[in-house]
């Protein structure tokens, strides 16, 4: 039934280049939304969201700040600090001030999410297996291509958003 729904929306919305871009907006805040409910109700001990930001910071070379890291997600410095906040509590991380910036604080993996990700990350890869199974190489390879061009949009859009304000 849901599929049924979810095809009369794609129909619906696939005559018009102007309904097109609003099912893609639409689509991508929905389909972000369902992947967080399936992950947070299905990956142990922390939310989608903290195991996105454990595993961006466990790949950086160098400790950066809370407002970079919510640059990086794409979220503000505040959320980064209550997702921190979370996973320190929880023995993931520690939070330490900047090397670089004695005003700004860093985040640092603990044992523990070494622990976690040597554990868990073969679930979390079979998961993405299941999610991406029903596309061909080259369908994953174009809609990854066509993911990246997204944020060109995203610049656009802010960049438009600066210059409208400016004029005001």
């Known amino acids: 039934m849901k599929d049924l729904r979810i095809q009369e929306l794609i129909t619906r919305f696939s005559d018009t280049r102007e ?3 609003k099912a893609v907006f639409s689509t991508l ?5 369902r992947l967080q409910t399936v992950f947070d109700n299905h990956i142990p001990e922390i939310s989608l ?13 160098e400790q950066l700040t809370f407002t970079q890291l919510g640059d990086i997600l ?3 410095r505040q959320n ?12 993931f991380i520690t939070i330490q001030q900047s090397s670089s910036d004695a005003r700004a604080m860093c985040i640092c993996p603990a044992k ?3 622990e976690y990700f040597q ?17 061909t190489e080259k369908e994953l390879e174009q809609f990854f291509r066509l993911l990246m061009r997204l944020y060109a949009g995203i610049e656009n859009l802010q960049r438009s958003i600066r210059e409208e304000e400016r004029g005001k």
């Open 119 to 135: 554990e868990e990350f073969s679930v979390y890869q079979k998961e993405l297996k299941y999610l991406f199974e029903v596309y």
């Open 29 to 33: 805040f929905i389909a972000g939304n």
């Open 74 to 76: 794409g979220c503000s």
């Open 80 to 91: 980064i600090k209550k997702l921190a906040d979370a996973l320190e509590k929880k023995g």
């Open 49 to 61: 969201k903290q195991f996105m930001l454990l595993s961006i910071v466990r790949q950086l070379p």
């Open 19 to 21: 309904n097109q871009q």
């Open 112 to 114: 523990k999410a070494e």
